[in-house]
């Protein structure tokens, strides 16, 4: 059985995760690594629900990376195919967050649309 961890996001909205999805956030895997850890759920204070969820998607996806590499990066694209706040605010999580695979991603995504 996997264990499971709970995010709770700024707008209060909570998620059950499994850890070996969250342990892609080197923050997340810090916090889950003290001694004194004892909280029950681990609040997200610059993450909303609905960026939050996004975050666990892209997670989930790219787990173990078990998918073939042609479908995941077709995945990432449609994945990062939202409007320009929405990914800043992908970024910002990415970056708070510590999720090399979608700052990367999302920084590259928004460089992209700037040029255009």
């Not at 001694?35 to 610059?46: G, W």
């Not at 995945?75 to 708070?96: G, Q, R, S, Y």
Request: aromatic share 4%; hydrophobic share 40%; net charge negative.
């Amino acid at each position: 059985m996997s264990k499971k961890v709970t995010l709770k996001s700024s707008d209060s909205i909570a998620f059950e995760v499994e850890e070996v999805v969250v342990l892609q956030s080197e923050t997340i895997k810090h916090l889950l690594e003290k001694p004194e850890r004892m909280l029950a759920s681990i609040l997200l204070p610059d993450v909303t629900a609905n960026i939050l969820g996004k975050v666990i998607e892209y997670c989930t996806k790219h787990v173990g990376n078990s998918n073939r590499k042609e479908d995941l990066k077709k995945w990432d694209a449609e994945f990062v195919n939202v409007d320009p706040v929405t990914l800043l605010d992908l970024m910002d999580a990415a970056k708070n967050l510590e999720i090399k695979n979608l700052l990367d991603l999302t920084s590259h995504t928004f460089s992209e649309m700037s040029m255009v």
